[in-house]
């Protein structure tokens, strides 16, 4: 029993991993405000906002910004408790974790005492929701971005950015044999699972996981080889070449505008 | 030990990507050096296992489960530099998509998880392994060591990273403003877990691997052995990389205290006089956010990125030396088909 719900565990992260990511792809191909702009500009302006987020100080702000991500993820129709679920399922809950001690151990003035010595300090709770709020907005500009770009698209736009072509050739790269030893592993715990009957110690489901993860890796410098070879029949010499068309609309203008406007406005907000 | 957004300031994270970028220039350069026109398949399926590495849990005695990074075992069999790189592309994806780990934050991750990580862990393993047989125990143990010491260099720094921003970054009533814990807790806190947990994980995952390797696919590590010609000098090599990236410790360790005072502090500390030069220093630059309640805090920032720009240069220079040095060697015994195989 012990062996088997190691291995469904292990099948269970590795499909979710490949469900997610191509769901994500689906919704950026949807029509929607963030998804009509050009990555570039989406990329830029997003990026701002997450300093902006780096920068504030007052929790007021941070919860502005919150509520300005949701409105943006309605209207870029993405659905609102899918995006929800994914930004608050993991990080901010374990910020939360991470926050409680700070209530308590922070130096400063009492705000509820709660015997003797121990309470909860003003410092203390603002500092744990500063953390809480910030860690939020962050990771849900991070996600939003994802959710409205297509994969093509944001490699395009970090070349703009004047990544090496090298880096950004091998970053798409990466991502696309991701999936294929995904499967494969994916398919290994599977051809595994169905032969077993009964359970495997930890000691036997450590070396059968050494030899799974031995056999990716010469798997995967094997197929270095077989993909080197095939972009060498293919005309490559080493040089990446890459198409990009972007042209930039009225409406990328505005966003920009609006953008800067907000991040603006967030900085003074932040000072009063 | 992915750090996300909001855990550090947009200071710290600009300087630890300065921190990094170094690092990178030198291992694009390093990788294409070695592997020419291979470069992209080859990073690219080694960052994919090293991605699908991670996603592996290894059920661990006890009931609980874990997930090893892969740094030093990447390094092993596809050099320290591939390793940096393709650890920092399965860092970037991770960010993108999983929201492991924060877009601001990456420069961060990244020096811990992809430059100290794999440097560190390769360095011991090379130590240890010497000039023993790719099949030998000894190079397992050197392999199972430099994924423990590695992994747990790489806490050691995020828990510094973590520990100094409510010392740096704190409103005037002394409100923390990012992680909220002092070196005192954030770095034993990381330093526990990591001895304790995850770099057994580590250790484990990198050891069964290379126990692994050295039965059924051995020539994965001989190109390593192989290599092993002009140790000596790689040795330098890591004793120096190691040098540098300790180098912030010294004023990170100590806080905002030693070598940081004010007028006002030189006075308390009982310096008779303020240097003139000093005196007149004071305020030169001024502090881009003065109400963080640290009146100082862009000397502390200027400080750092001079720490940094120190460190790019030390580097810099010990490169060109490098490759003064390695042409030289080249044109001795000329180059190995090995050679071109790995990174």
């Not at chain 1, 949701?70 to 930004?87: E, G, N, T």
């Not at chain 2, 250790?203 to 039965?215: D, K, M, P």
């Not at chain 2, 502090?287 to 009146?295: E, I, S």
């Amino acid at each position: 029993m012990k062996g088997e719900g190691f291995l469904s565990r292990n099948i269970a992260h590795l499909t979710q991993a490949l469900e997610s990511v191509i769901f994500a792809e689906n919704m950026a191909r949807a029509p929607g405000l963030l998804q009509g702009l050009d990555p570039r500009v989406k990329m830029a302006t997003f990026l701002l906002f997450i300093v902006t987020v780096g920068l504030a100080r007052s929790l007021a702000t941070l919860a502005i910004i919150f509520a300005l991500i949701l409105v943006l993820v309605w209207l870029s129709r993405v659905p609102l408790l899918f995006f929800l679920k994914r930004v608050l399922f993991f990080v901010p809950v374990f910020a939360v974790v991470i926050a409680i001690p700070a209530l308590f151990i922070t130096p400063g003035d009492t705000l509820i005492a709660i015997a003797g010595n121990i309470g909860i300090t003003q410092q203390g709770a603002r500092a744990a929701g500063l953390l809480v709020l910030r860690v939020t907005d962050s990771l849900s500009l991070g996600v939003l971005l994802i959710l409205t770009t297509t994969w093509t698209n944001l490699l395009m736009a970090l070349r703009w950015f004047r990544l090496p072509p090298l880096v950004v050739a091998t970053i798409g790269m990466t991502y696309r044999y991701i999936f294929l030893l995904l499967h494969n592993a994916n398919a290994m715990f599977l051809a595994r699972r169905s032969r077993t009957v009964g359970g495997f110690s930890g000691g036997e489901n450590r070396r059968w996981l050494a030899r799974a993860l031995t056999t990716t890796l010469a798997k995967s410098q094997h197929l270095s080889e077989e993909v080197y070879l095939a972009m060498l029949s293919r005309g490559y010499r080493g040089e990446v070449l890459a198409l990009s068309s972007f042209s930039l609309r009225r409406r990328d203008i505005f966003w920009a505008a609006f953008a800067l406007t907000a991040i603006v406005l967030l900085l003074w907000s932040n000072s009063l | 030990m992915h750090i996300p957004d909001g855990y550090i300031s947009p200071a710290t994270a600009g300087i630890m990507y300065a921190a990094s970028a170094p690092f990178w220039y030198l291992a694009v350069n390093r990788v294409r050096h070695a592997l020419t026109h291979r470069t992209v398949p080859v990073l690219a399926l080694f960052a994919a296992f090293a991605f699908v590495l991670q996603m592996f849990n290894l059920p661990l005695p006890g009931g609980t489960t874990g997930h090893a990074v892969g740094g030093t075992l990447l390094a092993i069999v596809a050099g320290p530099w591939a390793a940096v790189l393709g650890i920092s592309v399965v860092l970037g994806i991770q960010a993108l998509f999983f929201g492991d780990g924060g877009l601001l934050a990456f420069g961060a991750n990244c020096f811990n998880m992809a430059i100290v990580l794999p440097l560190t862990g390769y360095f011991v393993y090379r130590v240890i392994a010497g000039g023993t047989e790719a099949t030998s125990p000894r190079r397992l143990l050197a392999a199972i060591a430099g994924s423990y010491i590695g992994i747990n260099a790489a806490a050691f720094f995020t828990g510094i990273e973590l520990g100094i921003q409510p010392l740096l970054f704190h409103t005037a009533d002394g409100t923390p403003l990012y992680a909220p814990y002092g070196l005192g807790i954030a770095l034993p806190a990381m330093m526990v877990g990591h001895l304790l947990i995850a770099g057994i994980v580590e250790a484990l995952v990198t050891g069964l691997v290379f126990a692994y390797l050295q039965r059924t696919n051995s020539s994965l590590i001989e190109a390593d052995v192989t290599r092993r010609k002009g140790g000596k000098l790689r040795l330098l090599w890591g004793a120096l990389g190691l040098a540098v990236l300790a180098s912030p410790l010294g004023l990170l360790a100590s806080g905002t205290a030693w070598g940081e005072w004010g007028i006002e502090e030189l006075q308390s500390l009982g310096l008779g006089f303020i240097p003139q030069g000093l005196a007149g220093l004071e305020g030169w630059w001024p502090a881009p956010l003065p109400d963080y309640g640290f009146p100082r805090m862009g000397a502390v920032i200027g400080y750092i990125l001079s720490a940094c720009v120190g460190i790019a240069l030390v580097v810099f220079i010990l490169w060109m030396l490098g490759r003064k040095l390695s042409h030289k060697d080249l044109s001795q015994k000329g180059p190995s088909s090995r050679e071109g195989a790995r990174a």
